[in-house]
């Protein structure tokens, strides 16, 4: 994946140096398929994956009249 500046963390949102990121795909609330995100480490790509962060869209939901 072609960068043209510096990522910063989807966990802490510390920056990331070009080429040490780490990309993980990652379910987010806002979207039904997974996203790439970046990451500084594994223990933050695992952590994001346990605590997932955001907030899910309620017009997404058919069903759902709010």
């Given at each position: ?24 795909y ?19 790509a ?20 709010e």
């Open positions: 994946m072609v960068q043209f500046f510096k990522k910063k963390c989807s966990y802490c949102g510390e920056k990331i140096e070009k080429g040490k990121e780490i990309w993980e990652v379910k987010l609330p806002e979207f039904t398929t997974l996203k790439i995100k970046p990451f500084c480490s594994k223990d933050h695992q952590l994001f994956k346990l605590n997932i962060v955001g907030t899910p869209a309620r017009s997404s939901c058919p069903n759902c009249k």
